[in-house]
């Protein structure tokens, strides 16, 4: 018999043919480790410094590249110009951690224009150790995941003595507005009938 014939066969018979080497009674865990070093034999290892470099790096292989440079925070469903953005930011802000510019580098990747103001920037000073940050969303709109995304990656980002005061988030709006008015003027006159006038 021809193979592509015998798997047909399995096939309209209910049996199921896997393209893996494991016994039918594999563990979870065994098919799982099957399924992710599947692909282990498409990386191309000519030039294995692209897998360290977050311009080059396969998109299968970001998440591995944020996890060995210590990424702290990955949302699996940013888009791989974010996922690049955000490795790249990640690298170049670990030596200013605890800083505001920390936390603007971490938010400007996930394309935020923020705003850090310190408590001795407030006017009047606020609170001693507080500070308040100001987002403004360039081109996206806002969900809860969002608002929460923001804050843990404020808390990463931060000096551990300070306590984030309020987050403002601005959207910005823009089309063309129309202004209208009108004016009614009137005067109240009464009709009677002409019996009726004295």
């Not at 410094?49 to 790096?57: E, F, G, H, I």
């Not at 888009?79 to 938010?107: D, N």
């Amino acid at each position: 018999m021809k193979p592509r014939f015998v798997r047909v066969l399995l096939l309209r018979l209910g049996v199921m043919v896997n393209s893996s080497l494991l016994p039918p009674n594999a563990t979870k865990f065994e098919k799982d480790l099957a399924e992710s070093a599947s692909g282990i034999s498409e990386l191309d290892l000519s030039d294995i410094s692209n897998l360290y470099n977050p311009d080059l790096c396969p998109i299968k292989q970001l998440q591995w590249l944020a996890y060995s440079v210590q990424v702290d925070y990955w949302n699996p469903n940013w888009s791989e110009a974010v996922q690049r953005a955000y490795i790249k930011q990640h690298l170049e802000s670990r030596r200013i951690r605890g800083t505001a510019g920390s936390i603007k580098k971490a938010l400007a990747a996930l394309n935020m224009d923020i705003t850090v103001i310190e408590w001795w920037q407030e006017e009047p000073q606020g609170v001693p150790g507080t500070f308040t940050v100001e987002v403004d969303l360039l081109d996206q709109g806002i969900g809860e995941d969002t608002q929460n995304e923001i804050d843990q990656i404020i808390e990463l980002h931060k000096n551990v003595r300070s306590h984030l005061n309020v987050i403002n988030i601005y959207q910005p709006v823009s089309g063309n507005s129309i202004y209208g008015g009108a004016t009614l003027v009137s005067d109240v006159v009464t009709v009677y009938p002409s019996w009726w006038v004295h």
